[in-house]
T-cell receptor, first 121, second 116 residues
Framework: AQTVTQSQPEMSVQEAETVTLSCTYD???????LFWYKQPPSRQMILVIR??????QNATENRFSVNFQKAAKSFSLKISDSQLGDAAMYFC??????????????????FGTGTLLAVQP | DAGITQSPRHKVTETGTPVTLRCHQT?????MYWYRQDPGHGLRLIHY???????DKGEVSDGYSVSRSKTEDFLLTLESATSSQTSVYFC???????????????FGSGTQLSVL
């Protein structure tokens, strides 16, 4: 079974600085998706960024980028120019692609335990 | 925002009572999911549905049942609530289980359930 580990329960960053959140995962599959979700105090789950395992290029979305190291099974999130609105719980998640070619796959996600990010003004 | 409504938003109940949480979607999406969120555990899948009357268990399904009689509604039932089921429950939906680059999982706003 796949597992996702986030070893940093809490992180803090100064406004305008850069912070990196860590995520490691364990799987025997060669093809999968990885995600970072943001959960602000409103409880809403917001997709931040996604990475396809078959792509070597790291995904980027504006100030958010990932460092995907497939061999090391590592998927860290870098937030540049941190803003007060970035303060939230961040979850790393894994999606298996088993069965996708015959319509048997779903969007079931396996989540890490989360990292609570505080942004200091 | 995807049209997902969870009800109730908050509920307090007593141990041993039955509880039903409702997830309603207006997107006509095929897949629906129930997750629970607990400190130190992240979100864990309880049950999911891949069509009307088609459901399957997730990783923490004990003590929960689900039903999906219509595309738009996915009900989660705690037959006899226990204090360990105090949690925030999230419903999520997705259109399909494929590889489309715009494939997304949309989440509801969650239901805070307290079992006393």
């Amino acid at each position: 079974a796949q597992t996702v580990t986030q070893s940093q329960p809490e992180m803090s960053v100064q406004e305008a600085e850069t912070v990196t959140l860590s995520c490691t995962y364990d799987t025997s599959e060669s093809d999968y998706y990885l995600f970072w979700y943001k959960q602000p105090p409103s409880r809403q789950m917001i997709l931040v960024i996604r990475q396809e395992a078959y792509k070597q290029q790291n995904a980027t979305e504006n100030r958010f980028s990932v460092n995907f190291q497939k061999a090391a099974k590592s998927f860290s999130l870098k937030i540049s120019d941190s803003q007060l609105g970035d303060a939230a719980m961040y979850f790393c998640a894994y999606r298996s692609l088993v069965g996708v070619n015959y319509g048997g796959a779903t969007n079931k996600l396996i989540f890490g335990t989360g990292t609570l990010l505080a942004v200091q003004p | 925002d995807a049209g997902i409504t969870q009800s109730p938003r908050h509920k307090v109940t007593e141990t041993g009572t039955p509880v039903t949480l409702r997830c309603h979607q207006t997107e006509n999406h095929r897949y629906m999911y129930w997750y629970r969120q607990d400190p130190g555990h992240g979100l864990r899948l309880i049950h999911y549905s891949y069509g009307v009357k088609d459901t399957d268990k997730g990783e923490v399904s004990d003590g929960y049942s689900v039903s999906r009689s219509k595309t738009e509604d996915f009900l989660l039932t705690l037959e006899s609530a226990t204090s360990s089921q105090t949690s925030v429950y999230f419903c999520a939906i997705s259109a399909r289980g494929g590889l489309a680059t715009n494939e997304k999982l949309f989440f509801g706003s969650g239901t805070q359930l307290s079992v006393l």
